[in-house]
T-cell receptor
Framework: EPEVTQTPSHQVTQMGQEVILRCVPISNHLYFYWYRQILGQKVEFLVSFYNNEISEKSEIFDDQFSVERPDGSNFTLKIRSTKLEDSAMYFC?????????????FGPGTRLTVL | SQKIEQNSEALNIQEGKTATLTCNYTNYSPAYLQWYRQDPGRGPVFLLLIRENEKEKRKERLKVTFDTTLKQSLFHITASQPADSATYLCALDPNNAGNMLTFGGGTRLMVKP
């Protein structure tokens, strides 16, 4: 069964450094998402992406964040200058796009630790 | 304000019993609602999606109901097993546009042998 994959599984970085989290969505899916989950808290929406454009973003997704689909398979989340409070699990998700109610499938996550 | 609420206390049940988890929402009008399973340190795994015109949906030992009048969804696991122990999340699309999901805080289920 097709799966969303994410790399790396764990990223440790120093405050102020740039990080890029990578995702390979399910093939033929058209909609892509990033969510985060701070330890012990809810899964929170960050951004959605369709047709090479951001379609929705939350208040969390400020100028320090950016997303890109550099080729036909990868979808990346960049944090330009990491802060301690960016430490969280980051989940990528994708959706086929056959209708608004079809399901989002999540990847296993990248644990980001900012020191 | 808009809220999605799940019982934050863990639900402990005996193997073989039926687990019932609740998701209540306020100030949303979702066209559909989804349930996910999350194991520690892992991503949410999709279980079931129920639309507003569906009162009930079943998949193997899982059953979901959706009452738009009560603004509530119930998630049932029948004949529960220790392997069902996990956190269960409900999620809805606040704009019904497919652009995002808003999650509840999840309920942790512990099934004891």
């Amino acid at each position: 069964e097709p799966e969303v994959t994410q790399t790396p599984s764990h990223q440790v970085t120093q405050m102020g450094q740039e990080v890029i989290l990578r995702c390979v969505p399910i093939s033929n899916h058209l909609y892509f998402y990033w969510y985060r989950q701070i330890l012990g808290q809810k899964v929170e929406f960050l951004v959605s992406f369709y047709n090479n454009e951001i379609s929705e973003k939350s208040e969390i997704f400020d100028d320090q964040f950016s997303v890109e689909r550099p080729d036909g398979s990868n979808f990346t989340l960049k944090i330009r200058s990491t802060k301690l409070e960016d430490s969280a699990m980051y989940f990528c998700a994708s959706r086929a796009g056959t209708g608004n109610t079809d399901t989002q499938y999540f990847g296993p996550g990248t644990r980001l630790t900012v020191l | 304000s808009q809220k999605i609420e799940q019982n934050s206390e863990a639900l402990n049940i005996q193997e073989g019993k039926t687990a019932t988890l609740t998701c209540n929402y306020t100030n949303y009008s979702p066209a559909y609602l989804q349930w996910y399973r999350q194991d520690p340190g892992r991503g949410p795994v999709f279980l079931l999606l129920i639309r507003e015109n569906e009162k009930e949906k079943r998949k193997e030992r899982l059953k979901v109901t959706f009452d738009t009048t009560l603004k509530q969804s119930l998630f049932h696991i029948t004949a529960s097993q220790p392997a069902d122990s996990a956190t269960y999340l409900c999620a809805l699309d606040p704009n019904n546009a497919g652009n995002m999901l808003t999650f509840g805080g999840g309920t942790r289920l512990m099934v004891k042998p």
